[in-house]
């Protein structure tokens, strides 16, 4: 890529927190319908994008709804009839437009949504936790995690890209920490409209556009009939989704110069790693400080990074993780009376884990909920006790919370 290229492909850079960072790529993907029904910590989208509607930014229709449930049948309609659509939410106003949100996806609709990672009440908090997002893990939506602005930015162009695929429709969920990446503010390269025109196409739904010139039924009521073969396609979109990511990311390396080796997750040190933390979203700034404590002295020891969630990298990190002697699960999640009580990640690790003849040892990392920190202290006293694991010496129990008050 030329110098003259670079900087036809970049308009700027800015200082930007992360919900400031998705309200420009929402307006430089060109949506055409936004629904708000603005909740804590991902409110400041809505204000960003209101205001750049109203200084004739952005042109788009933005819809006031009166609940979170509604704001998603607003984005879910608008897709219908080949609208580009956006709208999200945090914690319990994900929780309200539940059942909105799995008709979206079992219609096989496109729109993007934003969750802001929020803890569940009751007690009443704001703080971070997955369980918000990862609540639709099984309801056939893609979901990744962004772990800086930046990320945040680009998984907008790169979500659509892939939901709006018509070998996909699927509904996206591009979550971020609560706080720790919606409010905290970091430099962010802001592309131009040219580049990302030429990384994301308009949005097409083809045959399925519900229009009046040409009725087609949605959504019928069709019991045995037909649900196990509607289930059977959506199943099958979210085993296509994989090639259509990768190819998703090539494209986008090909347009903004090589930014992701990975499409699903990042590694940081692990090449000649006998140990590694595996989390997701804004762990990574802490796990990463700690690795670089560690290696300084002597310990071999790396951090992955997992940015998709659904679909799940399988055959991926089954090949990386399986390299490691032992491997340490970061959950900002919580499932109450699971296998072993572990939490939702680890479960899903240990799972891809499983077919292979040499496994390494994992253990369980329960942390940061409700929006407390997970300090680089105690991200050194994961890499050692999964050290010791990746030897042998398995902890008395899978499961550390750690960070929990005496």
């Known amino acids: 890529m030329t110098v003259a290229e670079q900087v036809s492909i970049w308009d700027r850079e800015e200082l930007l ?17 936004i629904a708000a029904y603005p909740i804590r910590p991902y409110t400041e989208v809505m204000d960003m994008l209101s ?3 109203a200084d004739g930014k952005l042109d788009a229709e933005y819809i006031i709804a009166d609940s979170e449930h509604s704001q998603f049948e607003i984005v879910k309609h608008a897709s219908s009839v080949g609208a580009r659509a956006f709208a999200g939410s945090s914690g319990t106003g994900w929780m309200y437009g539940f059942e909105a949100l ?30 918000d997002a990862m609540s639709l893990r099984d309801m056939g939506w893609l979901m990744c995690w962004a772990s800086t602005a930046q990320e945040a930015l680009e998984h907008v162009f790169i979500g659509y890209r892939v939901a709006e695929d018509k070998t996909v429709r699927m509904p ?11 409010h905290s503010q970091h430099m962010v390269q802001v592309p131009t409209e040219e580049s990302v025109k030429r990384f994301l196409p308009p949005f097409d739904l083809g045959e399925r556009r519900l229009h009046p010139d040409k009725p087609v039924s949605i959504a019928p009521q069709v019991n045995e009939d037909w649900v196990m073969e509607l289930r059977r396609q959506n199943w099958e979109a979210a085993r296509r989704a994989r090639g259509v990511i990768k190819q998703a990311y090539e494209e986008f390396n090909e347009i903004f110069g090589q930014r992701y080796d990975n499409p699903y997750f990042s590694e940081f040190m692990t090449d000649d790693a006998e140990a590694v933390l595996i989390g997701i979203g804004a762990v990574k700034m802490p796990t990463q400080t700690a690795c670089r404590r560690m290696r300084e002295q ?20 089954r090949a990386c993780l399986g390299r490691f002697k032992g491997v340490g699960v970061i959950d900002r999640d919580f499932a109450h009376g699971s296998p072993d009580n572990g939490g939702i990640l680890m479960h899903e690790v240990r799972s891809c884990l499983y077919p292979l003849r040499e496994r390494p040892n994992v253990i369980n990392y329960m942390g940061g909920l409700g929006g407390r920190d997970i300090s680089i202290e105690e991200c050194i006293k994961m890499y050692e006790a999964t050290l010791a694991a990746g030897r042998g010496d398995m902890p008395e129990e899978l499961v550390t919370w750690t960070g929990l008050r005496e």
């Open 298 to 317: 002597g310990h071999k020891v790396g951090y992955v990074n997992l940015r998709w969630f659904r679909p799940f990298p399988t055959e991926e990190l």
């Open 102 to 131: 799995v008709v979206t996806a079992t219609d096989r609709l496109p729109p993007l949504f934003l969750v802001g990672n929020r803890a569940l009440d009751d007690p009443g908090a704001f703080g971070v936790e997955h369980n």
């Open 51 to 53: 205001k750049l509607i």
């Open 172 to 182: 996206m969920a591009l979550a971020m920490d609560g706080a720790f990446l919606t």
């Open 17 to 33: 927190t992360g919900c400031q960072a998705v309200s420009h790529a929402v307006k430089l993907a060109d949506v055409d319908v």
